[in-house]
């Protein structure tokens, strides 16, 4: 069973997974403030720059390495598909081990005050109303309940849990 939510975990916080799309916008961003003259591409002098801005701290090898690579391989400019495939990874790789399975069964207890292994409707209100600071109006819980609740017993169990935080 561990293997199914590492794999789950993997496809939402792992190194392989695709970019999500505030990553995406947070690159984007990222590359217009450097891109000075507005001309889409950034000049290998201020990608270091930018990475740092991001706040990655590449070694003086990595900067060496990535700038001979631009200036090798792409005339000393770097468009946003060069940039985001330079960036992506670092991206991935820092969200990569972020939660794993201790992490998610701790967060599952918090959900389930009763600790009977499922959270019920109550807990659930519970827990919406902590979380959002506001009680939800009449048939949004039962909405939110009936999409999570893949096996239809009108509990949340931790399998039904993991499924939840892997949606996008």
């Known amino acids: 069973m561990n293997k199914v939510y590492n794999s789950v975990l993997n496809s939402v916080f792992g190194a392989d997974r695709e970019l999500a799309q505030a990553e995406l916008d947070e690159l984007q961003e990222a590359f217009k403030e450097f891109d000075y003259d507005q001309d889409g591409y950034l000049n290998y002098k201020d990608v270091a720059e930018c990475m740092r801005t991001m706040g990655y701290m590449p070694t003086e090898m990595e900067l060496l390495e990535i700038v001979q690579q631009i200036k090798m391989r792409m005339g000393g400019l770097m468009d946003f ?58 048939g949004e819980l039962e909405e939110i309940l009936k999409e999570l609740d893949i096996n239809a017993d009108g509990n949340i169990d931790f399998e039904e849990f993991v499924m939840m935080l892997s949606i996008r």
């Not at 972020?98 to 209100?125: C, P, R, W, Y």
């Open 81 to 138: 598909e060069d940039f985001t495939e330079l960036m992506g990874p670092r991206m991935m790789g820092e969200t990569a081990d972020m939660l794993g399975l201790k992490e998610l069964q701790s967060a599952f207890v918090q959900f389930d005050l009763d600790g009977d292994g499922k959270i019920n409707q109550d807990e659930m209100k519970e827990a919406i109303k902590t979380m959002l600071g506001e009680k939800l109006k009449k």
